[in-house]
Each structure stands twice: as structure tokens, then as C-alpha cells.
């Protein structure tokens, strides 16, 4: 069991250095009112974002989320987690599952077929790195979406036939493709009314 104590201390760390199992962390994120990650054991807590990136998000969830009408593909935002076997507990900025089995819980997702992230200074090379890696366990997921904050540019990395995974550039004037949702939209309207 999680104790008050580290409950409290965890609201102000970046990681905890100890370990938890996956139901501690379970526990610990349902208590607490500060969102948590977790890897292989640690938990950390999630900073806030700027205004830009919830634009972004908002921007981006807009676009898509008409697009799924009428089909079993469901679009979730930044306050659903994403799991692979208990390894890692994720809250991704926005993702899709189409997979039926995502509906037997309603707090965890474990199929997802796109995910996106959009990047942050303090955040970047995490999510392209050791976040990629864990969620290329993912058996369900088609494509990865990087959107940087700083510049109009769009990283979409997609898995092959051949388990590989390829990467194409989005900028601006570009017409990004979502290949795993059969969508498409000018790249430009994922930056509409940032501050």
C-alpha cells in the first residue's frame, strides 16, 4: 500500500526513486489529484502544459473526432492512460483505438492504433526516445504523431509490413496524413488560434 506520506511527496517530485508495483501506481494515481506516469517502477508526476500545446491538442481532437463518426474507432484526450502488460502507464495528448476490447475499461487502453504527443521542451527527447521504444511493444499501433510547439512541424512515424518504422516531415503548407485513419488535412489548422 501506498502511504500518505509519499502520496503527498509524489505531487511535488519529478520522479520517486522508489519502486511500485503497477497496482501501487494504480492506487496512487486514482488518489491523487496529480496525474502520474509510470515506467518499470517509477512514477512521475506530470508537469503542465502551456496554453499553445492545449491548442494544439484541442486542434487536433477537433479535426479527428468528426472523422470517426459511425465507426468503432474511438478518440481519446490526455486524461485516459495507454498500458502495454502492466510495463508502463502512459497519458498520451491524444490517441485512437479501434480494437473492442478497449471498451471493457473504462481507465485503461491497451490497443491503441495512433498516438499523439505534442512536444515540449521539458518532455521532447523522452517521447522520442524511451517513450517510442515502449510504445512500439504496442502490437496495435500504426503511427506515432510528434507536433512540435515551437515551429509548424509534424513528425508522423508509421510501423511497415515488415515491422519497421518509417518517418515523414510535416510542415507548413503540407497536407498531413493520418494513413491508419484514412485522413487528411492541411497541417496549418493543427496551429489555428495559439497565443
Known sequence: MVNDTLSENLSTMIAVPNYFSPDEYLQ???DNPVRHEYRH?????MAGGTSDHSRIAVNFLSLVNPHLDDTP???YNGDMKVSY????FYYPDAFVS????DRQDSR???YPKLILEVLSKSTEAFDRNQKFADYQKLDSLEEYILISQDTRQVECRRR?????WETTLYQTGDRLTLASLDLEFDLDRLYRNLD
Open 98 to 101: 479501434c480494437d473492442p476490447r
Open 108 to 110: 485503461i487502453k491497451r
Open 160 to 164: 511497415t509490413r515488415d515491422n519497421t
Open 85 to 88: 502488460q502492466d510495463e508502463f
Open 73 to 75: 474507432c474511438r478518440l
Open 28 to 30: 496512487l494515481d486514482r
Open 41 to 45: 517502477g517509477l512514477a512521475y508526476a
